[in-house]
């Protein structure tokens, strides 16, 4: 799985290096430009969709010897609605891969010709990725009982809080995007 994470990181990164290359003109990001965010200090700058891809990655990690279900959830649901929890977990982590394997496609024939072209194709695959986690969310929060619902949510604000991402500046909406 974090083969996968960081294909599709380097395939992102790749794309806008090459970019970057291509704008011989522009200076180099100094520190200045950079925004570190760190859930432990500053969770509201934590993305919604970051806080629930990293909650569903959690709970998509293998049953052995059982169910990765955090003890908030488990205790607040019943077995349908864990069966459930695993299952959109279990979903969002599926088409994180695939959408990471068409990402990673899109470095076969990349030139200077076609990268624009290439690097809206990757920025489209990385907004279905987070808003596969979002409609995820929104699907079990619709479908459980208002204690798994706050059990849910209380867990993904407690992977919210361990998150940290570098971004630069100029690229920080596009980073909080979709939500």
């Keep these: 799985m974090k083969q996968l994470r960081f294909g599709v990181v380097l395939v992102y990164l790749l794309l806008t290096a090459v970019s970057v290359v291509h704008t011989q003109d522009k200076p180099s990001a100094s520190d200045s ?19 629930w891809l ?9 049953a052995a ?5 955090p003890t908030v959830i488990y ?4 077995r349908e609605h864990r069966a459930l929890i695993r299952k959109e977990a279990l979903l969002v982590i599926t088409q994180e891969r695939e959408l990471g394997q068409r990402a990673l496609k899109l470095q076969d024939g990349l030139t ?19 808003q596969a986690a979002l409609d995820a969310r929104d699907r079990l929060l619709a479908a459980l009982p ?12 407690h992977v919210r809080k361990g998150y940290k991402a570098t971004v630069v500046k100029s690229k920080l909406a596009q980073f909080l995007a979709p939500e």
């Design 65 to 69: 010897p059982i169910e990765p279900i």
């Design 146 to 157: 208002t204690e798994g619902q706050i059990a849910l949510r209380e867990f993904a604000e």
């Design 54 to 62: 990293e909650a569903f990655r959690f709970m998509a990690a293998p």
């Design 112 to 130: 200077a010709e076609n990268l624009p072209e290439r690097s809206d194709q990757a920025d489209t695959l990385e907004l279905k990725r987070r």
């Design 75 to 78: 205790l607040a649901t019943s």
């Design 33 to 51: 430009d950079i925004v570190l965010i760190d859930g432990a200090k500053n969770p509201e700058l934590v993305p919604n969709w970051a806080a």
